[in-house]
């Protein structure tokens, strides 16, 4: 399963950015992993006095960010095992600034939010291997938009590099 197997259809058109920062030639599962490690080099390497940094008021820390990539995917996990399984409720979304103030990601170490994102990921990573295509071609409605359980997986991982990309460019 390719993002380039993809059709527009199978998402909501505010995801094909994410989606368009993935090579076309790239398994879904190559692409969980290999974004995972370069997912915990990146924050490993943030500099310490970094990881808690807010470039402007009400803006998220690398910390947080992480936080809300392990959230964000747990949720389209969430979605995507409903989905396999042909669930045709429609799940609704949720508002990722309302998640960041509890999780007091800035109080955490680095170690046990890189520990936590490796859990999340191998779940993951577990999840979608063991969908088939057809499985993975199933398609739910999730904040009112129709999505793809392989789409679903892809956009995680199109998701992490789009927050890795604003962490470079006004974090470090």
């Known amino acids: ?15 094909a950015p994410f989606i ?14 290999e ?15 970094k990881l808690s940094y807010r470039y402007d008021v009400g803006k ?3 910390k947080e960010v992480l936080v809300h990539l392990m959230d964000t995917e747990r949720i389209f996990s969430y979605r995507a095992l409903r989905f396999a399984r042909k669930d045709k409720v429609n799940l609704l979304g949720f508002d990722q600034n309302d998640f960041i103030p509890p999780s007091k990601a800035d109080s955490r170490s680095m170690n046990s939010l890189i520990e936590e994102y490796k859990a999340v990921r191998d779940a993951t990573i577990a999840l979608f291997k ?3 295509n057809t499985m993975l071609k199933e398609i739910g409605t999730g904040s009112g938009s129709p999505m793809s359980v392989r789409a679903l997986g892809f956009i995680t991982v ?3 590099k789009h927050h ?9």
Request: aromatic residues 12%; glycine residues 4%; hydrophobic residues 30%.
């Open 35 to 49: 974004s995972s490690e370069e997912v915990i080099s990146f924050f490993n390497d943030i500099p310490s006095d």
């Open 20 to 33: 368009k920062m993935i090579d076309g030639d790239t398994t879904l599962i190559h692409a969980l992993r």
């Open 158 to 160: 199109g998701h992490e």
């Open 130 to 132: 063991n969908l088939d």
């Open 1 to 15: 399963m390719y993002t380039k197997d993809l059709t527009p259809s199978e998402y909501n058109p505010y995801y």
């Open 164 to 172: 890795v990309s604003i962490i470079k460019e006004r974090y470090l």
């Open 60 to 62: 998220w820390t690398p």
